[in-house]
């Protein structure tokens, strides 16, 4: 398709387990971005990928969160040891020049 | 640093009359501004964007925003809402231009009632 996809679209996962979550970008885009969504929370800033500059990394909340961007296209965030206040959708995004365009998301879930 | 503040958490208007979402941030640089909606259980989706020229915005759906520098605001309207408009709005701001880290404000969520 021609829009940015996510996988998977749901995740449930043990406390303590390490996930790892997907995106690919809209072909062609250079920009990408992560955001985590939380009920109340709105959306939080996580890293940032432009080309081939180092990412802006200063939205990771620990350095249990990490994400690579491969071949300046498909990107993975990674969270280890997960604990349950990692619960929350997210987000992925790219853009070119007219605005970032958004994936319907992973909903993690950390039981 | 940018920032963008969107003043409540929840609005309500009537089906056909005028919605209006307020929108103030905060930027060093000459801002880019966007609205996007996310409708429940979806992606965040792309309402108009503000960049440079034109400061008032169309975007789709009926919706449009003014840029007003002297107010720092990007506020949202419609003329007349519909049951479908029904979803969560968020402003956001980018001070790096259109293609760069995008500061969401907490979003609003719109019910229209019959």
């Known amino acids: 398709g021609a829009g940015v996809s996510q996988s998977p679209s749901n995740k449930v996962t043990e406390k303590g387990k390490d996930v790892e979550l997907r995106c690919d970008p809209i072909?062609?885009?250079?920009?990408l971005y992560w955001y985590r969504q939380s009920l109340g929370q709105g959306l939080e800033f996580l890293i940032y990928f432009q080309g081939n500059s180092a990412p802006d990394k200063s939205g990771l909340p620990s350095d249990r969160f990490s994400a690579e961007r491969t071949g300046g296209s498909v990107s993975t965030l990674t969270i280890q040891r997960t604990q349950q206040e990692d619960s929350a959708v997210y987000l992925c995004?790219?853009?070119?020049?007219?605005?970032?365009?958004f994936g319907q998301g992973t909903r993690l879930t950390v039981v | 640093a940018q920032s963008v503040t969107q003043l409540g958490s929840h609005v309500s208007v009537s089906e056909g009359a005028l919605v209006l979402l307020r929108c103030n941030y905060s930027s060093s640089v000459p801002p880019y501004l966007f609205w996007y909606v996310q409708y429940p259980n979806q992606g965040l989706q792309l309402l108009l964007k503000?960049?440079?020229?034109?400061?008032l915005v169309k975007g789709i759906n009926g919706f449009e925003a003014e840029f007003k520098k002297s107010e720092t605001s990007f506020h949202l309207t419609k003329p007349s809402a519909h049951m479908s408009d029904a979803a969560e709005y968020f402003c956001?701001?980018?001070?790096?231009?259109?293609?760069?880290?995008?500061?969401f404000g907490k979003g609003i969520t719109l019910s229209v009632r019959p």
């Open positions: 995004a790219s853009s070119l020049k007219s605005g970032a365009f």
């Open positions: 072909s062609g885009h250079t920009a």
């Open positions: 956001a701001v980018s001070d790096s231009g259109a293609n760069s880290k995008l500061t």
């Open positions: 503000y960049t440079t020229g034109a400061t």
